[in-house]
């Protein structure tokens, strides 16, 4: 690389990096300025956000678990889907939620193997083997749902003692139910695993370059299986969100296109889980920030711009940021060896 | 899957057809099978289903053309995505376009007044083809001018396209009374039925031969399959491959657009929020069934009508959700594209030739 | 030196390798002695890499056995030829390029300090360690994708050495170096040997079998066809041997006679695909009827030249010219509609649509026009018509229009191409590594049929890293490096040091 060409490079790293500060800056001083007006309403809308941002969070995750390690991962809706269901009848027929939550964890992980299963061992098209899943949650959800199931109850909020008593921060981080606050460590867990573990390394070995895995004794298939499974749980937890924690019961095709928003929510977060985590915020912020204006009557919008607008968000940021980030260099490719 | 017209031997041209359609065919009976275990496991009986979902798609004539009727955008879809298909771009948006197809087919169908038939329905049905293909040229373009991939945006195009269409079912084109949807169409807008058999599925056996035809026998067919297979080479050999990729889009949102257009015309007679849900969907396992080929589109389309048009006898019949259905094109879908697991059973060599794959031009 | 009377390291015994369809390895023997350099001499395609991948655990073997170290062993993984000592650096590197150097030696075989956490220090210790005790200069924490291909090399032998490798496997090492820096390589392999590591050495390249081997193995079409020593062998002997008859190691050609410029270049500016620079200002003419070859070190700009040149990457900045007209902004078809063609640096990424016939590959340049196609209609009887002519004019086999382009070996994939870019009217022809990883008798056939193009008056830029082919092939030879020409050189004086010294950018 010649000099000029790293002075190049790296003036665009700086340059997204001043446009990320000035753009985390405005939105502290716009939650500052709101807090002050208005601290109710303020602190309603950035808990709404960290709900919101919940399962995109986790969809997010499991999709760059997997494309880490080489796997497309477009299944992630009817993962999560799936584990809503099988998560919501476990909560009906036990009436233990801990029981549910496994059920789901479950169901993504079975999932995952079956994505794993196409993509590794048929050598199936990634993309088509994904929306296998997707058609098959689709179909066997609505088929084995009954109307008129009732539940005993959803998970509940934890304040988590004095923590909770700080103003806005309080309410806003400590005062949650225990799937937001695991999704909260699920960031960091993946960010160290990823990064600073052996496994993390040999995932990463996989999804760049799997020969070069393979000759050095690495067995490229197991890796990636393990980590397309984890990933399957992860879904499988923000299905298990949907019906245990956010929602309380099951409709149908109740992920409603999250699973493929948080693929966008990945692709902005650079494939790496902060910056998912704050890609899904920032979704999360403008759902939440949306249905308070909408709420409170300021804005009259038909309601269904409103419900447009996660979609048209995810375009936006796909359209603005695909090339921008670096993808794993195998990804979708089946590895044969040589 | 061959471009030219061999001089072979009879005998293996029945053997190339054998290949390509055995295991699509071997493929529909391991997923009824399958779907007989699910039904077991639902306490059902998978006979009396079957015979129930046989009966309701070809006992009598008027099932018969209530299959026809359902295959008709069937068709269409199948079309859109095998298309895209052969272009190496996966059109999940087929649903969208269709909703716009069917919209704008509905607003020429109802807008205007005093037009002859032999204008009104051909312009109605163009219009509403056109309006798909508009909209499935956004996701094109989209690919090419900022890389963001197809496979989602066409996916968020569908949420956005169902709201837009139920906003304008509920507001601007917004027939009298409480229902949100739009006025029925002027009778000389509509496609006929003549007795039972519809003449939209006439039409879009006619899309299927000309897509066929112009996939295989014209430039920008070679064009497009070249970009499909190898989008290099496409750009060594000097076609323009970004152009290319929108018109593929476009053509594939032309025929997505017309199936929404011909139900709207043909059968629903106006537009109203909730139509024909999920046919985005039919469209990737229905193209897959065929292995991607124009022609085998129309078959494929046809035993999945089938399915939809016997499933509310079925759950008459057999008290059986009609559900299963999708439960069954997923498992076809796997199977079809597991085709390791196929063969197999099956043992039949691999067809060589233009398989396109899609995740390779992921990153 | 006869090192034949130490003990052996490695021995393999009868060993077979069938793929469906093809017999890859046949019945070979081999013994490898303790500090002993053994070369593997064998053409593309002769088996060499299916024999090694067998020595490494990447194939298990349909018959035979190997031995190491006096004991037999069933290798069906990379992990247990390790265990027993064998390295192997592949032709093709196998580092992860977004990864540093120590994360890319420890890989597999990670240092970690409780709960599988990377201890990061100590694997840059011992790459500094290893790198001193062999003298293989190289930063540890480096990324790979900014070092330079004789840097990864090191890193790759690095690797090899950090998993206690005394038997160590090079593949074609040399392809991507400078003749010095192959001499470096060769110093190195002894530094090692002196240490009493063993290596087997494989290559098509007889200068360097002579130069470094105390052995010397020759395989053809899957079988060991016999051994010799360096001091009973001359470059004839065993190209013979390698091939099979007799072989002409020179290209013959009569003087050129250049006539008008055709291409003109000037100050050419373009970036790569990660948006660097790679060509930094080129300035270069090629004349009607002459062959210019650029000789240079992959990864020094000559396939951003050629991908500028073809319209098929973006220009910064600078002119180019070809016949007179300014195509620095025409399109890849407008280019080729000049009477350019192009035989693209990678066949399969470029050249050819694998899944096509071979009548669909043949008129790729030409699909478009009449007699094959009139308006939107294409013509294939037409399209068939012209793939039988030229199937038969360039010796393709199969011989069979009909045939996918997947379904060919190397050289006749090579050929259609070939035949598709020649059989069009063309002033200027690109060649970009037109012989890279074929067969003899294709490699002969190709550099002919350039050779006629060039006396047919033809421009011709031939863009080669293997700089034997540049000096046989060429009239004139321009040496990129770093982005740049740094000298153009008349053939009668550009020897293989000079051209070796330029190529590592020292002005001789």
């Known amino acids: 690389m010649t000099t000029a060409a790293m002075a190049k490079a790296k003036s665009r790293g700086d340059y997204v990096r001043i446009v990320g500060l000035i753009f985390g800056g405005i939105v502290l001083l716009g939650i500052i300025y709101g807090y002050i007006t208005n601290p109710v309403t303020t602190t309603a809308v950035l808990a709404s956000t960290l709900r919101q941002s919940t399962p995109l969070v986790l969809g997010a995750l499991c999709g760059l678990i997997g494309e880490r390690s080489g796997i497309i991962n477009i299944g992630i809706e009817g993962q999560m889907l799936m584990a809503a269901f099988i998560a919501f009848l476990a909560n009906v027929y036990t009436g233990n939620l801990f029981v549910a939550v496994l059920a789901g964890l479950a169901t993504g992980a079975v999932l995952g193997g079956f994505l794993a299963f196409m993509s590794v061992t048929l050598k199936m098209d990634q993309i088509i083997g994904g929306t296998v899943i997707n058609i098959l949650a689709l179909g066997l959800t609505s088929f084995f749902y009954q109307t008129g199931l009732t539940t005993q109850g959803k998970l509940q909020a934890i304040a988590l003692g004095p923590l909770a008593e700080i103003p806005l921060i309080g309410p806003v981080f400590f005062d949650n139910p225990p799937i937001t606050y695991a999704t909260l460590i699920l960031v960091m867990v993946v960010h160290y695993v990823l990064f600073y573990t052996r496994w993390g390394l040999r995932t990463r070995a996989v999804g760049e370059h799997p020969s070069a895995a393979d000759t050095v004794g690495i067995n490229v298939y197991k890796m990636r299986y393990i980590n397309v499974i984890i990933g399957g749980s992860i879904a499988g937890l923000a299905g298990a969100y949907l019906t245990l924690e956010a929602v309380g019961s099951f409709e149908r095709a109740m992920t409603n296109g999250r699973g493929f928003v948080a693929l966008a929510v990945m692709i902005f977060g650079k494939y790496t889980p902060f910056g998912a985590w704050g890609a899904a915020l920032l979704f999360g912020f403008a759902v939440a920030l949306q249905t308070q204006l909408q709420f409170s009557g300021r804005l009259e919008i038909p309601h269904q711009f409103i419900g447009m607008l996660p979609y048209v968000l995810t375009i936006v940021v796909l359209a603005g940021f695909v090339g921008r980030t670096r993808v794993p260099a195998a990804v979708g490719k089946p590895y044969e060896k040589e | ?363 | 030196m006869d090192k034949t009377n130490r003990p052996i390291v490695l021995e393999a015994k009868g060993l077979t390798k069938r793929f469906p369809g093809v017999l890859a390895n046949d019945n070979i023997n081999l013994k490898l002695h303790q500090g002993e350099i053994l070369a593997l001499l064998g053409e593309n395609g002769a088996g060499k890499s299916t024999l090694m991948n067998m020595l490494y655990g990447l194939y298990t073997p349909t018959e035979g056995e190997i031995w190491i170290k006096g004991e037999k062993v069933e290798l069906s993984n990379p992990g247990e030829a390790i265990d027993r000592g064998v390295g192997m650096v592949h032709q093709h590197f196998q580092l992860v390029p977004p990864m540093t150097v120590a994360e890319n030696v420890m890989l597999g075989s990670e240092i970690t300090s409780g709960g599988g956490r990377l201890n990061m220090r100590q694997a840059i210790r011992n790459v500094r360690e290893l790198s001193e005790q062999y003298g293989l200069a190289v930063d540890p924490t480096a990324v790979i994708e900014d070092l330079p291909v004789g840097t990864q090399q090191r890193v790759e032998i690095i690797k090899a050495l950090y998993r206690h490798a005394d038997i160590l496997i090079l593949d074609e090492p040399t392809a991507v170096l400078t003749p010095q820096e192959a001499n470096e390589l060769f110093r190195i392999m002894r530094d090692l040997t002196a240490q009493n590591v063993s290596i087997i050495f494989i290559t098509h390249k007889l200068k360097e079998v002579l130069a470094v081997a105390d052995r010397i193995g020759v395989l053809r079409s899957g079988q060991m066809v016999g051994t010799a020593m360096p001091e009973d062998s001359t470059e004839t002997s065993l190209a013979e041997m390698m091939v099979g008859r007799n072989v002409i190691l020179r290209v013959e050609k009569s003087a050129s006679k250049p006539g008008q410029p055709v291409l003109q270049i000037q100050n050419l500016h373009v970036h790569d695909d990660r948006g660097h620079a790679a060509v930094e200002g080129v300035d270069l003419e090629v004349f009607a009827g002459e062959i210019l070859g650029i000789a240079g070190v992959e990864g020094n700009g000559q396939r951003e030249l050629v991908e500028a040149l073809t319209g098929l990457r973006h220009i910064d900045a600078g002119k180019i010219r070809i016949d007179g007209q300014d195509t620095t902004h025409f399109s890849p078809r407008q280019i080729t509609e000049l009477g350019v063609a192009h035989i693209p640096e990678d066949r399969e990424k470029h050249g050819l649509v694998m899944p096509y016939t071979l009548s669909d590959n043949m008129v790729l340049n030409r699909y478009f026009k009449a007699p094959y196609a009139k308006g939107l209609i294409m013509h294939h009887d037409k399209i068939d018509e012209n793939g039988k002519v030229l199937v038969k004019e360039y010796d393709v086999r199969p011989p069979n229009v009909h045939a996918l382009a997947q379904n060919l070996s190397g050289g006749n994939k090579q050929k259609v191409i070939v035949a598709r870019e020649f059989s069009s009217p063309t002033k200027l022809l690109v060649a970009a590594q037109p012989t890279r990883g074929i067969d003899v008798g294709s490699i002969e056939f190709i550099h002919k049929e350039i050779v006629a193009q060039r006396d047919h008056g033809v421009a011709v830029l031939v863009v080669s890293a293997e700089l034997d082919e540049v000096l046989g092939l060429a009239d004139r030879v321009a040496v990129m490096f770093d982005g740049r020409v740094v000298k153009i050189l008349p053939i009668a004086e550009a020897t293989r040091e000079r051209v070796g010294l330029l190529m590592a950018g020292s002005d001789a």
């Open chain 2, 1 to 363: 899957m061959t471009t030219q017209t061999d001089s072979k031997a009879k005998p293996s041209r029945l053997m190339a057809i054998w290949r390509a359609a055995s295991i699509p065919l071997a493929a529909v009976i391991l997923a009824l099978l399958v779907g007989a275990v699910i039904l077991l496991i639902s306490g059902a009986n998978p006979i009396a289903a079957y015979s129930a979902l046989a009966k309701g798609a070809f006992g009598s004539t008027a099932a018969f053309g209530r299959t026809l009727e359902k295959a008709t955008p069937l068709i269409l879809g199948g079309l859109a995505v095998a298309f895209a298909f052969k272009g190496g771009l996966f059109n999940i948006g087929g649903q969208g376009q269709l909703l716009f197809g069917a919209i704008v087919a509905a607003g020429v169908g109802f807008g205007i007044d005093g037009l002859p038939f032999i204008i009104h329905m051909p312009l109605a049905l163009l219009m509403g083809s056109l309006a798909g293909a508009l909209y499935g040229a956004i996701p094109g373009a989209l690919k090419t001018y900022t890389g963001a991939r197809e496979v989602i945006t066409t996916i968020m195009l569908n949420f956005i396209a169902i709201n837009f269409t139920d906003w304008l079912a509920d507001g601007p084109w917004k027939d009298e009374g409480i229902v949100a949807r739009t006025p029925a169409i002027a009778e000389a807008a509509a496609i006929p039925t003549w007795g039972n058999i519809p003449a939209g599925f006439f039409l879009a056996i006619l899309a299927a031969v000309a897509t066929w035809y112009l996939l295989y026998r014209t430039t920008t067919g070679y064009e497009i399959r070249t970009v499909g297979l190898n989008s290099n080479a496409a750009k060594y050999a000097g076609i323009k491959v970004s152009y290319t990729v929108i018109l593929t889009m476009a053509i594939s949102g032309f025929l997505a657009g017309m199936g929404g257009a011909i139900e709207t015309l043909g059968v629903v007679g106006r537009y109203q929020p909730g139509f024909n849900a999920g046919l985005g969907f039919d469209g990737i396992t229905i193209a897959l069934l065929a292995r991607t080929n124009p022609l085998g589109v129309v078959p494929a389309a046809l035993l999945v009508g089938a399915m939809q048009a016997g499933s509310s006898q079925m759950q008459f019949d057999a008290h059986v959700p009609f559900q299963i259905i999708d439960v069954i094109q997923a498992l076809i879908l796997f199977f079809v594209s597991a085709d390791m697991i196929v063969r197999w059973i099956v043992r039949v060599q691999p067809e060589e030739g233009e398989q396109v794959t899609l995740s390779t031009s992921w990153g």
